[in-house]
Nanobody
Framework: QVQLVESGGGLVQEGGSLRLSCAAS????????MGWFRQAPGKEREFVAA????????DYGDSVKGRFTISRDNAKNTVYLQMNSLKPEDTAVYYC????????????????????WGQGTQVTVSS
């Protein structure tokens, strides 16, 4: 069992930056691929980014490419999402998730492949 806790969300102005963290407990995070998703009110959960267990492979949603960076520190059992050049449309609850399956760039976009989820952290970008 893995417990995931997100932090770092908040209110930021358009063009600003935030760094989200996802701290894991219960099992060693290094054995899991990790992902970030977001969900705005009235919308479906959207893939943001994913990273393999070693950190050697990453994937990003089209709407965040070039602005967001996912990384991990397995020694700290933590995954990060650095968000730059934030836009009002980035406003959402951001969730981290852990996947036991082998990393597959064709599948990381689907919430159903992830086994554990955090409770989410709110990010609000004002214009």
């Amino acid at each position: 069992q893995v417990q995931l806790v997100e932090s770092g969300g908040g209110l930021v102005q358009e063009g600003g930056s935030l760094r989200l963290s996802c701290a894991a407990s219960g099992r060693i995070l290094s054995t899991y691929a990790m992902g970030w998703f977001r969900q705005a009110p009235g919308k479906e959960r959207e893939f943001v980014a994913a990273i393999s267990w070693s950190g050697g492979r990453t994937d990003y949603g089209d709407s965040v490419k070039g602005r967001f960076t996912i990384s991990r520190d397995n020694a700290k059992n933590t995954v990060y999402l650095q968000m730059n050049s934030l836009k009002p449309e980035d406003t959402a609850v951001y969730y981290c998730a852990a996947m036991m399956r082998p990393y597959d760039s064709r599948r990381v976009y689907f919430p159903t492949v992830y086994d554990y989820w955090g409770q989410g952290t709110q990010v609000t970008v004002s214009s």
